[in-house]
Nanobody, 125 residues
């Protein structure tokens, strides 16, 4: 069974830091990129960062670039999101996502999205 479990959220003051973790199980972790998303109240879920497999290429949304750092430890099946210089607008529930291959056809690779349960980050002003 594919599982993603986020942890590390909490309440922090503006300018503070948090490190989120996404612990994965039930699939070959080394073979998959992992992404972090967040959803603030009343807003759509937005992608903020992703990390590739073994070469660990990373991407960031403009809103977090320079403040957040994504990393992975394949030995621990875990992806991290180090969040520095936090702002009130970073307040949201943070989720990790893995798109797991379910099959191949002439149309390409079929996948299913697996999300964790989310972890709340609240930044006070």
């Amino acid at each position: 069974e594919v599982q993603l479990v986020e942890s590390g959220g909490g309440l922090v003051q503006t300018g503070g830091s948090l490190r989120l973790s996404c612990a994965a199980s039930g699939f070959p972790f080394d073979d998959y990129a992992i992404a972090w998303f967040r959803q603030a109240p009343g807003k759509e879920r937005e992608g903020i960062s992703c990390i590739s497999t073994t070469d660990s290429s990373t991407n960031y949304a403009d809103s977090v670039k320079g403040r957040f750092t994504i990393s992975r430890d394949n030995a621990k099946n875990t992806v991290y999101l180090q969040m520095n210089s936090l702002k009130p607008e970073d307040t949201a529930v943070y989720y990790c996502l893995a798109q797991i291959t379910t099959g191949y056809s002439s149309y390409g690779r079929a996948t299913s999205d697996y999300w964790g349960q989310g972890t709340q980050v609240t930044v006070s002003s």
